[in-house]
């Protein structure tokens, strides 16, 4: 079905996807709130990274192309909402949002609804409190933004495969063909992050990644390059509020 060209000013669609599963680079004329009621998604784009756990979701402005990586069995649901419907309360760029417990069983009762339901009844004030919903809950740092300068850009490539490669920035410098100082300076100017505060966000989105896959957590952390699993554990909780342990447990931290 062509959900971008319903007549209703918000679609919604549910999709369940296997682990390792991934949708290829699009767009749509439509923004979109990708929520993940089960499983993580990585989503893409030229700009950057932003990892989506269970009961989060990202808003996608529309005419972005994007791709879709999903690690363990993703329910993943979506609602499409035309320009027309969009409020400027709406977030104008990428946006990982927290999902409150009223916004979830609101996308879940428009992932049920008819495809042309009552715009005017009960069903179309669902789809209008859903956008105040997303209006009006903050947003969450998980994303991982990429530089365009070329010489930053291989290496954060490669940081992203890798994350747990352990090479200083120095290290890094010589295969850039620049110094240090350069590299570190281009850090802060095109990503807003030092390179060390980099590297720990590219392994803080791994890690929920490989989380959701079951990955024992030991195995995690010493794959990162962490010490020790205590290790890893302190820096997870104080970037998300909560141990690996109990992140995923019943889909909230």
């Known amino acids: ?66 791709e879709i990586g999903m690690a363990g069995v993703v329910s993943m649901r ?17 946006r990982v949002i927290a999902v409150s417990p009223l916004l979830r069983e609101l996308i879940l009762r428009a992932c049920a609804l008819p495809v042309l ?20 809950l903050p947003s969450l740092a998980l994303d991982l ?12 490539q490669r940081l992203r495969a890798d994350p747990g490669d352990a090479r200083t920035l120095d290290d890094w410098a010589r295969d850039a063909g620049a110094s240090a100082r350069t590299l570190a300076r281009l850090f802060h100017k ?23 896959e079951g990955q024992p957590i030991t195995r995690i952390a010493l794959d990162l390059g962490y010490e020790s699993p205590s290790a890893f554990a302190a820096m997870f909780k104080r970037a998300l509020g909560a141990p690996p342990s109990r992140y995923f447990r019943d889909g909230t931290p």
């Open 78 to 94: 979506t609602l499409y909402v035309r320009a027309d419907a969009e409020s400027p309360r709406l977030p104008a760029a990428i």
């Open 190 to 212: 095109e990503t807003g992050l030092s390179f060390a505060d980099w590297r720990q966000q590219a392994r803080l989105l791994a890690a929920m990644a490989r989380l959701a």
């Open 1 to 66: 079905m062509d959900y971008q060209h319903l007549p209703r000013p918000v679609a919604a669609m549910a999709k369940e996807f296997t682990d390792g599963a991934r949708i290829a680079p699009h767009c749509h004329e439509r923004a979109q709130l990708i929520f993940a009621a089960r499983g993580v998604m990585t989503i893409s784009t030229a700009e950057g990274a932003w990892v989506v756990p269970p009961q989060r979701a990202l808003w996608m402005p529309a005419g972005t192309v994007h």
């Open 117 to 136: 339901y009552d715009e005017t009844g009960a069903d179309g004030r669902v789809m209008a409190l859903i956008l105040d919903e997303i209006a009006a």
């Open 145 to 156: 933004p990429m530089p365009r300068d070329t010489r930053l850009l291989g290496l954060c």
